[in-house]
């Protein structure tokens, strides 16, 4: 019993290892990229999708990470990234960098984000990375064909200043402009309009320019868009401040009433409170009378029976 016992624990521990060698070892996949502190990432209703967006000159930044599949040694020189602007980045080390086989190596690539004449604004961008390398660490180098890890990229855009501060009031105002907004939201959070005149007119006001402001920003008329957005944007936090401080008055003088009221009465249940203590005590008084009386009676009563009776005349 105990033979086969050892004999079935040792074919088991068998199949296990056997197991094990014959499943392959999966490769850590380390290929992984992205856009570092773009100005605007998000929905944009001009493109009608989602963007990587830079602001014209300033810095677009790139950070890729990249486990090296081959069985053997990658001697990177340089990250490269192609717009389809035409223009073609590169990002060169002083000395080739040395990736071993099943190693993940961090890359970091920047440059300048071209103005919208290179670069035009009416479209987003699609891009390519590349990794291109070298035959060895030392010289002689010889060029060898560049790796590309990741598949095209698109919804790179480059914004001017006018199409950025348009996305960010519209943000800001997400609820009152863009597709997704209702357009008549200018309201409390009960769901009423404010009941103060000149909030009201304000908050009007501002719709009316927001609704302008998407309609430029929509044609692509960025800088007139961003006027009437920023106008919106001032008579929306006027419309604020006014209902704020009429609001407040308002409400301090219907609290005052309140108290007021509050008092009154309060001084009302005084007056009727004194009133029923004194009836309270008029009524002990007639009590005390009555009961005064009725021993007055009695006194007479017992004084009448107990009085000497004067004597008979003889007949």
Partial sequence: MRRKIATILCLSMLSLTMLA??????AFDGNHYGWVGPA??????????????????????????????????INVSAIRVLFDW????????????QVAHGVTQVFTVYNVTPSTIDAPELWTHS???????????????????????????SGFAVLSADHLECLDI???????????????????????FPNITEAQVLLMQ?????????????????SQARTHFDNGDALFTEALAVWN???TDMEDADLAYKNGQASYYSGQGDYYIALG?????????????????????????????RKPKAPQPPT
């Fill in 21 to 26: 060698v014959a499943l392959p070892a999966r």
């Fill in 206 to 222: 501002a719709m009316l320019e927001f609704n302008q402001g998407e309609q430029m920003f929509t044609a692509g008329v960025f």
């Fill in 170 to 192: 519209m943000s800001k105002y997400s609820f009152l402009v863009g597709p997704m907004a209702l357009q008549a939201q200018m309201v409390s959070p009960d769901g009423f």
């Fill in 40 to 73: 605007f990432e998000g929905y944009d209703p001009y493109y009608d999708q989602y963007i990587t967006g830079y602001v014209t000159g300033t810095n677009w930044d790139l950070t890729i990470s990249w486990t090296n599949p081959y069985f053997e040694p």
């Fill in 277 to 305: 203590e004194a009836s309270k005590t008029n009524a002990y008084g007639w009590v005390l009378f009555g009961i005064g009386w009725v021993f007055i009676g009695i006194g007479v009563i017992v004084y009448g029976y």
């Fill in 127 to 153: 891009y390519q990375i590349y990794i291109d390398h070298l035959n060895a660490t030392e010289p002689p180098f010889e060029q060898l064909g560049p790796i590309t890890p990741f598949g095209p990229g």
């Fill in 86 to 97: 035409g223009k073609n980045y590169s990002f060169a080390y002083t000395a080739p960098i």
């Fill in 245 to 247: 401080s009429r609001g």
